[in-house]
């Protein structure tokens, strides 16, 4: 595949990808003005099993379809590439429909002894069908993904998006006044229904492609092994980061219980940070995970001619402008967390979670890409092991300290593991690697960039305030924020104009 063709379609899937992310940001705004925290927590305990059982009906096919199609048709063994997908939607068929079994025939199990919630078992049962749909659509994507064809899924997962959304609301005022149950359970059917959909499409693309028109003479292998061989590695580890974030969200409002709060406060708690909180702290980072998507093909390439010179020098431009990121939405949600959960959720209590929170923003950025440049280097086993040792220190903290100091024993966990995950990926990218870490320019000279803009964004803001109405006043004080970081790090030379050019170069040549 050429190297343009990679980048333009890197290009392609990361305007998707933002674009569903936009999309999913405001329609997440919704769910949380119409379900409450406790409805957000709710939902997030229900998703937390399905993405489990997401994992064991899905993982690794996609990735082994996508390679093995690649190589098939770089050798010319057409008959084996139509064996791939043929043979992996088999697999696939099975993975799902053994997937939706179990959740459908032990969802009162699942949320009675396992969730703590009974009130998540309907919902789970409205997903069950999903898994087997899922599974096989996930094929005929990594189909596309091995042509390079990355605009079929492209369009389709945005139009999945659309059609959940719209499909949500529609039912929403029907069942919401039921009960915070059958509010899930609308959703659950919306997600079902984008399933379906996408499965559709994906398979009326793929009938309609003309690379599915293969013509061999050769009577193709049996190619079971060797996806088995790619995908069961992936799955493994796959499967045991699930089964960890699972335990770690499932406990999370079992201790509060423990600690003494009712069960609506403890879901409520839990629904104000995975749902509303974290999702508004991430969303800055879609620019960012762009990034990441582009720097993978880039660094890899290089780093597979051994060009050591250039991967370093791209590593570092983007480690730069992840810290520098990372420090500036640190100055936003620090200067304006309750201005900005009132104009998002109409929430106060959120804003000094959001407060409170946002000093580990860096660390969350840093880890998104740093984990991205270790994969770009093959790193992929160090990231499985920090992820793992990340999640038993969080659980342990979550099971022993929860029931003793409550919520802050949780925000104590989140920070301390995500500090920690991120000096762990760290060292290992400098085992690998030949960057320097900038503490000065990347660290230090951003601090006092981001501290001075902040007090003169806030007086900016009350002076606003007075004039203009909250959200004017708010986007006006955060552009003026955000320019003078910039002219801070121009000024203090943390940043150069021409590194702007030369990641850019680094990244597109």
């Not at 499967?239 to 069960?263: A, C, H, K």
Request: some cysteine; aromatic content about 12%; glycine content about 6%.
């Amino acid at each position: 595949m050429k190297k343009e063709k990679i980048i333009i379609g890197t290009l392609i899937l990361t305007v998707a990808t933002t674009s569903v992310r936009f999309i999913g940001m405001f329609f997440r705004i919704y769910l949380a003005g119409t379900l409450g925290a406790e409805g957000m927590g709710l939902y997030q305990l229900i998703l937390s099993f399905y993405f489990l059982m997401v994992t064991f009906a899905t993982s690794g096919i996609r990735v082994a379809i996508s390679k093995l199609i690649s190589e098939e048709i770089a050798l010319g063994n057409y008959a084996n590439a139509k064996n791939v997908l043929r043979q992996a939607v088999g697999l696939s068929l099975f993975t799902g429909i053994t997937a939706g079994v179990i959740l459908y025939f032990f969802a009162p199990y699942i949320g009675s002894n396992i969730l703590n919630d009974e009130r998540t078992i309907l919902p789970l049962l409205y997903l069950a069908p999903s898994l087997p749909i899922m599974a096989i659509s996930n094929c005929y994507k990594g189909y596309f993904y091995a042509l390079g064809k990355v605009s079929q899924p492209s369009i389709i997962q945005i139009i999945e998006q659309l059609t959940r959304i719209s499909l949500i609301i529609f039912l929403m005022d029907y069942y919401l006044p039921k009960g915070l149950e059958y509010g899930c359970v609308a959703i659950a059917i919306g997600m079902t229904a984008e399933e379906i959909i996408a499965l559709f499409l994906i398979w009326f693309l793929y009938i309609c492609d003309k690379k599915a028109k293969w013509k061999s003479n050769k009577k193709g292998n049996n190619m079971i092994i060797k996806i088995l061989s790619i995908s069961l590695p992936i799955s493994g580890t796959s499967y045991l980061n699930s089964i960890l974030r699972t335990v770690e969200n499932t406990l999370i409002p079992v201790r509060l219980l423990l600690y003494g709060l009712s069960s609506e406060m403890a879901i409520s708690l839990y629904g104000m940070v995975k749902g509303m909180v974290l999702p508004i702290l991430f969303f800055p980072s879609s620019i960012l995970t762009s990034l990441s998507s582009i720097l993978i093909p880039s660094v890899a390439g290089d780093n597979a001619v051994s060009n050591e010179k250039r991967v370093s020098r791209t590593l570092s431009q983007v480690l730069h402008f992840t810290a520098i990121s990372g420090i500036l939405v640190v100055a936003v949600f620090v200067a304006f967390p309750n201005e900005i959960a009132l104009a998002v959720y109409k929430d106060s209590q959120v804003g000094i979670m959001i407060k409170i929170i946002s000093y580990v923003c860096p660390f969350m950025y840093l880890n998104m890409v740093i984990s991205s440049m270790l994969n770009a280097l093959g790193e992929q086993f160090s990231s499985f092991k920090v992820n793992i040792i990340e999640s038993i220190l969080k659980i342990s903290i979550v099971y022993f300290f929860v029931p003793i100091y409550g919520f802050k024993a949780y925000l104590f966990a989140l920070f301390i593991t995500t500090i920690l995950n991120t000096i762990l990926y760290l060292i290992r990218l400098l085992q690998v690697s030949c960057i320097l870490f900038d503490v000065s320019n990347w660290i230090f000279k951003p601090i006092i960039a981001a501290a001075i803009a902040l007090v003169i964004s806030k007086y900016s803001f009350s002076l606003f305030i007075r004039n203009s109405g909250n959200i004017i006043s708010l986007i006006s004080s955060i552009i003026i924020l955000c320019l003078l970081y910039l002219m801070g790090l121009i000024v203090s030379k943390s940043v150069r104009l021409d590194s702007i050019y030369e990641m850019k170069k680094s990244l597109f040549r």
